[in-house]
């Protein structure tokens, strides 16, 4: 009898072996399918180069930063990446998703990303599309990117692509580039590139871009460019860009520099940004601000405080004294002016608005009987906030009560939006 006891014990110890063995994983274990990254790796030559995060980190350290979370399927592939980056820097469109949850699909020959927001409904990406769909051959090689709106209708992107063309010439991908009308697309808007040839580096990061005529030979645009080249270091940080003829000297580009260089911190944020000329002479440079250290802005100085004060009464000023020039020194060009009205003849309350050219032609000639205010005006002006570059402001009249946004610009405060209802309620619906 013991010894069977002894037999039944070793079988239960046996069985809560293996249940433990195989006992399903926490979801910290389970991770193994999912990987978090702080950035994307940066990408201005085209959609073929592929998607990367760099910057890995753990699930603990996610929790509390920006970044993108990459899911895969059983066979290692993208199933879909989760957007937490709320870096505020400016990217390029390529080196972007531009959508909170991208989901990915294969079969043999493709593969489709589709784009979500946060409520789960279907939305553009930076690309401004709604589905990409890539094509391999039969050695996984990707040759064909078809941009696609709802319904599943061939579409342009906001750089008037509709499907990208690659295919390969020795060292080089070949690209090129069709809108709707199947003619050929520049590289994009701002860039005048035809037909381009992307050398890579044996990691898969572009290494140059070329612009190629009919016989797939180098030649330069109109400002002499042949081609850009980059650096990545190896983390994965975009450290260099150049720029450079078709002897592949280096050359300025249309924005009068050739070499770009980018400095970084420890976790991948850009923080500096510096322009050489072709000799290597620095001509700029300048630091760049991350999410990582937020600078709070300084009390307002005195001397803000007074100008502020001086064009929210600047204002009333040129209504009630006839001063068009000073109307025109107080508002911003794009100004946005609200009245809060009501229409008897509808019974409901309206908004009409008054553009920055009809404020300086109502300060030529709305109060030229001199009726329109009381002989000794009361202007009263209450400065609700100011941080930085914009302030709040109410401002009090014997006719109106107004509420300014004034913006700091071009090292002079202007007034941009004006909301306003006459001091007097009983012109409009009471509230009940």
Do not use: C
């Not at 079969?107 to 599309?129: A, L, P, Y």
């Not at 769909?133 to 061939?154: A, C, I, M, R, S």
């Not at 937020?294 to 001397?303: Q, T």
């Amino acid at each position: 009898m013991k010894k069977v006891l002894q037999n039944n014990l070793l079988l239960i110890i046996s069985v809560l072996s293996l249940t433990v063995l195989h006992f399903p994983k926490s979801s910290a274990q389970q991770n193994v399918q999912e990987k978090y990254f702080r950035h994307l790796r940066y990408n201005h030559v085209s959609p073929h180069v592929e998607l990367r995060g760099i910057h890995e980190i753990n699930f603990q350290e996610a929790q509390q930063t920006s970044h993108y979370v990459f899911r895969y399927n059983k066979v290692n592939q993208l199933k879909e990446i989760i957007n937490y980056h709320y870096h505020d820097q400016r990217r390029h469109p390529l080196s972007t998703i531009g959508a909170y949850r991208t989901v990915f699909r294969y079969t043999d020959t493709s593969e489709v990303r589709i784009f979500f927001d946060k409520k789960g409904d279907r939305m553009m990406n930076d690309r401004q599309v709604y589905k990409e769909q890539y094509t391999f051959d039969k050695k996984k090689f990707k040759y064909k990117l078809n941009f696609y709106d709802l319904d599943d209708n061939p579409m342009e992107s906001n750089w008037k692509i509709a499907r990208y063309q690659w295919s390969k010439n020795r060292k080089m991908v070949i690209e090129k580039r069709y809108n709707l009308k199947n003619r050929h697309v520049n590289i994009s808007p701002y860039f005048d590139f035809g037909i381009t040839g992307i050398l890579y580096q044996k990691d898969g990061a572009p290494k140059g871009n070329y612009n190629l005529n009919e016989q797939l030979e180098i030649q330069e645009n109109d400002v002499g460019v042949a081609s850009y080249q980059d650096v990545y270091d190896d983390i994965g940080n975009h450290i260099q860009y150049s720029y450079h003829d078709k002897n592949d000297k280096l050359v300025k580009n249309q924005w009068g520099f050739a070499i770009g260089k980018n400095d970084y911190d420890n976790i991948g944020n850009n923080t500096k940004r510096s322009t050489f000329d072709e000799n290597n002479n620095l001509i700029d440079t300048r630091d760049l601000p991350s999410n990582r250290i937020i600078e709070v802005a300084s009390a307002a100085s005195k001397k803000d405080t007074l100008e502020i004060k001086e064009k929210a009464l600047g204002y009333l000023i040129a209504l009630q004294e006839l001063k068009p020039d000073l109307m025109k020194s107080v508002f911003h060009e794009d100004l946005a002016k609200r009245t809060l009205g009501y229409d008897p003849k509808e019974k409901q309350q309206i908004i009409r608005e008054t553009s920055y050219k009809q404020m300086v032609k109502f300060a030529e000639s709305w109060n030229q009987s001199g009726v329109k205010f009381p002989p000794k005006p009361n202007n009263k002006v209450i400065i609700l906030d100011i941080y930085n570059h914009v302030a709040s402001v109410k401002l009090i009249s014997d006719n109106w009560v107004e509420y300014l946004h004034l913006i700091y610009i071009n090292d002079n405060w202007q007034i941009i939006n004006l909301l306003w209802q006459h001091k007097d309620v009983r012109r409009y619906k009471m509230k009940e």
